[in-house]
């Protein structure tokens, strides 16, 4: 079993800065991938980044590259995703989620564990 629990998310304005933590208990946190998805009122949860299990491989949507950063620190069993120059179409709840096969995949469906969600709004 994993558990996730994310934080840091907030109101800022268009051009700020949020940091999403995403800390993991459980298995063996460096065994699994990690990814970062987003859901907008009215709309389907989708990808946002991903990070391997091995070699800090990293994914993003083209809609935040450039912007977002996803990085992991294996001594304190989390995942990160920094997020600069924020738009107000990026307000949603953020997901950080576990895939155990290590995939780093873009398919929600990959992924074994979710955590809880937390707010991002982003204000024009």
């Known amino acids: 079993q994993v558990q996730l629990v994310e934080s840091g998310g907030g109101l800022v304005q268009a051009g700020g800065s949020l940091r999403l933590s995403c800390a993991a208990s459980?298995?063996?946190?460096?065994?699994?991938?990690m990814g970062w998805f987003r859901q907008a009122p009215g709309k389907e949860r989708e990808f946002v980044a991903a990070i391997s299990w091995i070699g800090g491989n990293t994914y993003y949507a083209d809609f935040v590259k450039g912007r977002f950063t996803i990085s992991r620190d294996y001594a304190k069993n989390t995942v990160y995703l920094q997020m600069n120059s924020l738009k107000p179409e990026d307000t949603a709840v953020y997901y950080c989620?576990?895939?155990?096969?290590?995939?780093?995949?873009?398919?929600?469906?990959?992924?074994?564990?979710w955590g809880q969600g937390t707010q991002v709004t982003v204000s024009s």
């Open positions: 989620a576990a895939d155990l096969r290590g995939k780093a995949a873009r398919d929600q469906n990959e992924y074994d564990y």
């Open positions: 459980g298995r063996t946190f460096s065994r699994y991938a």
